[in-house]
């Protein structure tokens, strides 16, 4: 015995007779010698056109799936669908259309409902909708859970492609396997069950990109989470794209400062470098990221801060702290916390990169925090893990290089041609006990143009930022440094690793000579400059005014405790008196003059300053 062939057909209001026998002897020819029986069913949700589902084929001839193709982040919700029909029913006057291949009738919203109700920007779905019907191929979900789905009968379905469930979910194919597709389910995971209908659309996940974002928190998806309200994106953009070709960018040739002296001076970093924070927790990887964040208020740079698998209290703070600092207006955040699905954990990155690639196409400096991506690699294993695929080292699945290094390399600085943007990538990574020889801070380290490293010893001994000078690098960074801040800067990092050794062998209580000694006190001295306090970005010109009297010994009779007090009001007094000064080391120029300038007025400030005390 042989079951018959069952084929049903959608539609968002009743049809006539005469249209089902058309449509009955459409299929019929198609599946001759076989018995088809038909099932009708209406979904208002459908808005308009009909869907005919045939075995795992699809023909998708509905408006909502066409307005869907449009603008795949246009929420077709209920109350879209009822205004789109109630506008029908208003005009009374139904039109009816051809649609080409198939030549069934479709006589539901119109074009003109749905303009007149909706929104001019769905015109083009619309008009779209009035040429053919889509053949897809669908599937059925045989497994669903942890935001994980398998589905059988998608033979089309492409890796990394959008899938759609019946209820209106989201899902990315990530593994194609020989009889099933597997897929993980971006929004109402919960909301999935099993036997749901599910689509491939030849489409990749989409986010809303451009100026409406800016000063927002938003979701992976891009849906605003800050209770702000809803925006209306004038444009979408694919969470995944190929990262810049070579002959589009250019040299990394313009600093991006950061305001923190230890990084400007040492680890400098440019506009279009990808430079790995790396640090164990809470040694100030975050503040290091905010910190530059803030450091770009009125400096032209939109940001986008990325926070992936945080404690939502975490994401709140360094929200707060962005609005505290002005730093809102030119800042997108981009949130995916822990208690979110890994599937958006796993899209926060490529969605933020998506927002900040619109800016740098657009000609624009763009600078993105990604914190952090090994939580964004766990939560790809989780995912990988649910999705059966093999575990390799550390259970990581065999692509977690790929995962990275494809998101990384869509930071660019662009050529003139492509018109100058940039995108300058800081992810954070997170260490245990300082190991940076781990798999994920390896694999990082690898990808980045080099590291920033936060040591726990010194955050606890108060050295902060905690940057150890020794394991951080900036690969290209240097060419990208004013001249005025590279000549203070050269000596820098030879000073203080001579200082480190001395101290450790004065450990050893042996009796010092001089030389040593000042060796030891100019090394704790240059230390205390590089200080900083979070949230207190500086400016090049006080960094190079600073660092010019740390490297010329010049801080020899100020008492170390007193140093912070001592920064802070002689940078206030020599913003008073020699403006013109600071102007000029600002345009990157440091002469001798000028050097002997700051040293006479150090040292007559020191009067001033220890004189205080004595009066
Ligand atoms: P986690 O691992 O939890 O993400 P983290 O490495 O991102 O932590 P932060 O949250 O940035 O670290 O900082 C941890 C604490 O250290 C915060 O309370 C912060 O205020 C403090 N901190 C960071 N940098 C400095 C600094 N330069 N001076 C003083 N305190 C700092
Ligand atoms: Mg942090």
């Known amino acids: 015995m042989t079951f018959p062939r069952k084929i049903s057909v959608v539609t968002a209001s009743e049809i006539s007779s005469e249209q089902k026998e058309r449509i009955e002897k459409l299929f019929s020819s198609k599946h001759k010698g076989e018995t088809v029986e038909f099932e009708y069913s209406i979904d208002k949700q459908i808005i308009g056109g009909l869907l005919v589902i045939d075995g795992d084929e699809f023909y998708d001839g509905t408006l909502r799936s066409q307005i869907e193709k449009i603008n795949p982040n246009y929420l077709v919700t209920e109350e879209f669908a009822q205004a789109a029909l109630t506008a029908k029913g208003r005009k009374r006057k139904s039109v009816k259309r051809r649609s080409g291949k198939s030549g069934l009738e479709t006589a539901d919203a119109t074009a003109a409902d749905i303009k007149a109700h909706v929104d001019s920007e769905l015109l083009g779905a ?12 669908a599937g059925s979900i045989v497994f669903c859970g942890d935001g994980v789905i398998k589905a059988n009968g998608l033979s089309d379905a492409e890796y990394g492609e959008m899938l759609r469930v019946e209820n209106g979910a989201q899902a990315i194919a990530l593994s194609l396997e020989e009889d099933c597709v597997g897929a993980i389910v971006l929004d109402d995971d919960d909301k999935v069950t099993a036997h749901m209908t599910v689509k491939s659309t030849g489409m990749i996940v989409s986010v809303p990109v451009g100026k409406k974002l800016l000063g927002r928190v938003v979701n992976p998806l891009g849906k605003p989470i800050d209770g702000l309200g809803d925006f209306r994106a004038d444009k979408y953009r694919p969470i995944e794209a190929p990262a810049p070709a070579i002959k589009d960018r250019d040299k990394v040739n313009t600093p991006l400062e950061t305001g923190i002296i230890a990084l400007d001076s040492m680890i400098p970093i440019g506009k279009g470098q990808r430079e790995l924070i790396i640090g164990d927790r809470q040694t100030g990887k975050t503040s290091v990221a905010v910190d ?24 709140a703070s360094v929200v707060q702290t962005l609005t505290q600092h002005g730093a809102m207006p030119y800042t997108v955040v981009v949130s995916a916390t822990a208690s979110s699905s890994a599937p958006l954990q796993y899209i926060a990155p490529y969605a933020g990169c998506a927002i900040a690639e619109e800016f740098m196409y657009s000609g624009k400096d763009v600078l993105i925090v990604y914190d952090d991506l090994s939580k964004h690699a766990v939560a790809y294993r989780a995912m990988s893990l649910l999705l059966k695929r093999p575990p390799g080292r ?16 869509r930071a660019a600085k662009l050529s003139k041609e492509k018109g100058g943007g940039s995108m300058t990538a800081l992810p954070i990574v997170e260490t245990l006990a300082g190991d940076i020889s781990a798999y994920i801070p390896t694999n990082i380290i690898s990808i980045t143009d080099g590291q920033i490293f936060l040591d726990t010893a010194l955050f606890n001994s108060g050295m902060r930022p905690a940057v150890n000078v020794g394991l951080s690098v900036s690969r290209v960074g240097s060419s990208a440094q004013s001249p005025a801040m590279k000549s203070v800067s050269g000596r820098l990092r030879l000073d203080l690793s001579q200082a480190r050794e001395l101290a450790v062998f004065a450990q050893f209580g042996a009796d010092l000579d001089e030389s040593t000694m000042r060796a030891l006190e100019r090394g704790k001295r240059t230390n205390e400059v590089l200080r900083q306090d979070v949230h207190a970005p500086m400016s090049t010109a006080h960094q190079v005014v600073l660092l010019y009297i740390a490297t010329k010994d010049l801080l020899g009779a100020i008492p170390l405790n007193r140093i912070d007090e001592f920064k802070e009001q002689f940078i206030r007094y020599f913003d008073v008196h020699h403006a013109d000064i600071v102007k000029r080391i600002a345009s990157g120029e440091l002469t001798i003059d000028m050097g002997i300038t700051i040293e006479d007025a150090v040292n007559e400030f020191s009067v001033y300053f220890l004189g205080k005390d004595n009066a």
């Open 394 to 409: 550390e259970a990581y699945p065999g692509d977690i290089f790929y995962l990275h290094s494809r998101l990384l390399e």
């Open 126 to 137: 619309v008009n779209e909708y009035k040429k053919s019907f889509d053949v897809r191929h």
């Open 292 to 315: 530059a964040i803030i450091n770009q208020r009125g400096k032209n740079v939109v940001c986008v801060y990325v926070a992936i698998g945080q404690k939502s209290s975490t994401v």
